[in-house]
């Protein structure tokens, strides 16, 4: 434990095991934190274990649409994917349903372990088989948000 050697070796799978942790999703609960402090800090630094999660980053064109759009609008479009792709109780191709790149909150999702149901369950502790609650959503896009907010202030 707290050895960081070898780390380069582990797979992906055994990066993603995630085991041992508090689920975020079970501290969501309507006036559980302030808008000013969800409880993000302690994913960001799970993640940060992940080298898997890590390579994610905004590329150029990406950059340059937070730029020209704006949060709030990039906001507005990672509730409708939320709600489109990820929301629903079932999805046929679900683990493909996010494309790797073009549009910020898609690099996000990848980075975050918000892409699929399946890393939903594993990374965020929210069960797939069942239609995501709005709470449950918008967490979604609260991490995907403060990675994109993140991503997109360390620079090019
Ligand atoms: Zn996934």
């Not at 934190?33 to 992940?50: H, N, V």
């Not at 479009?77 to 898609?106: S, W, Y």
Request: glycine fraction near 10%.
């Amino acid at each position: 434990m707290g050895n960081t050697e070898g780390a380069e070796n582990r797979s992906k799978d055994a990066e993603e095991e995630g085991g041992g942790f508090i689920s975020p999703v079970k501290l969501i609960q309507p006036g559980a934190w302030g808008l000013e402090e969800p409880p993000y800090s302690s994913f960001f630094a799970r993640l940060s274990q992940s080298a898997f999660r890590q390579n994610f980053h905004l590329g150029e064109k990406e950059r340059a649409y937070v730029a020209e759009k704006g949060m709030d609008t990039i906001r507005e479009h990672a509730c409708e994917i939320i709600r489109k792709r990820l929301a629903p109780q079932l999805i046929p191709n679900d683990g493909r349903q996010t494309p790797m790149r073009n549009h910020p909150v898609f690099i996000a999702q990848h980075a975050t372990a918000t892409c699929c149901r399946e890393c939903l369950q594993k990374w965020h502790g929210l069960p797939k088989g069942r239609e995501m609650t709005e709470a449950e959503q918008s967490y979604a896009v609260g991490v995907i948000m403060e990675w994109i907010r993140r991503d997109y202030g360390s620079g090019a």
